[in-house]
């Protein structure tokens, strides 16, 4: 009789992109929509407000790729050290690393001797990926992927950024600012629940979080852009 696999997928498997993307998502939408809310707010004409948006989603995709490449290498470095240590170690002291690894197992709820037992077969089959896994907590799902967060982090920016410069096509002047704040909110309030429920956490409490803070942002550079604007 064939043996059917049974193959779980856990949410701890999507924070490597998840956290980038929404991040991501996040931060065009609101970026992009308070910089296209502060110049129009001023009373700048169409085509500057609209430069304006388009200048802040190359610009912030850019940013977003180059900060989150130089921020997952740094620890994909962190994590090539710890390998190569933990390879030396086993090569130089196999005795302490079984010990060790034993330790861990007896920590959790072994008893002695079936601990050393445990460690005795995992680094019999493996022996670097069962000190990275338990010692260091270094895992294939968690390990860092530079290109990958750096590539889903530009696209979910220019995702979010593209809807509030598509809108200065549309609307203008006063009804502009309403429209992009109005349109912003929503969409802020849908990566809050969405985020929130690919991650296991409450959709009502990640909504509300984003769309305060993307109220304030925008308030603010509505505020000064008016301010600025009159004066001028």
């Known amino acids: 009789m064939a043996i059917r696999r049974h193959r779980e997928r856990h949410l701890v498997q999507r924070i490597g992109w998840l956290r980038a ?23 700048a004409d ?16 850019l ?13 994909a470095d962190t ?20 010990q060790e ?5 007896r920590q959790r709820g072994l008893d002695h001797d079936l601990s050393l037992q445990v460690a005795d077969q995992l680094m019999a089959h493996d022996a670097l990926g069962a000190h990275l896994r338990d010692e260091l907590g270094i895992s294939e799902d968690l390990t860092a992927r530079p290109v990958q967060a750096a ?14 410069v598509l809108m200065t096509l549309l609307f ?22 969405i985020g929130a429920r690919a991650g296991g956490a409450s ?19 509505a505020a000064i852009g008016h301010l600025f604007g009159t004066q001028v």
């Open 203 to 221: 959709q009502m409490r990640g909504a509300i979080r984003v769309v305060f803070w993307g109220a304030l942002a925008m308030a603010v550079t």
């Open 21 to 43: 993307a929404v991040l991501g998502a996040n931060d065009g939408i609101l970026s992009t929509a308070s910089l296209i809310v502060g110049v129009a707010a001023a009373n």
């Open 79 to 98: 994590e090539r050290a710890d390998i190569a240590r933990e390879t030396a170690e086993l090569s130089d002291e196999p005795e302490a690393e079984r």
């Open 151 to 164: 590539l889903a982090s530009a696209a979910s920016f220019a995702t979010g950024a593209i809807v509030p």
């Open 172 to 193: 203008g002047g006063r009804s502009l600012v309403v429209a992009v704040m109005a349109v912003t909110l929503v969409l802020l309030a849908a990566t809050g629940a």
């Open 46 to 61: 169409r085509t500057t407000v609209l430069l304006t948006g388009i200048s802040g989603l190359a610009a912030g995709a």
């Open 63 to 75: 940013s977003m790729a180059a900060g989150e490449y130089v921020s997952v290498s740094s620890q």
């Open 101 to 105: 690894l034993a330790a861990i197992y």
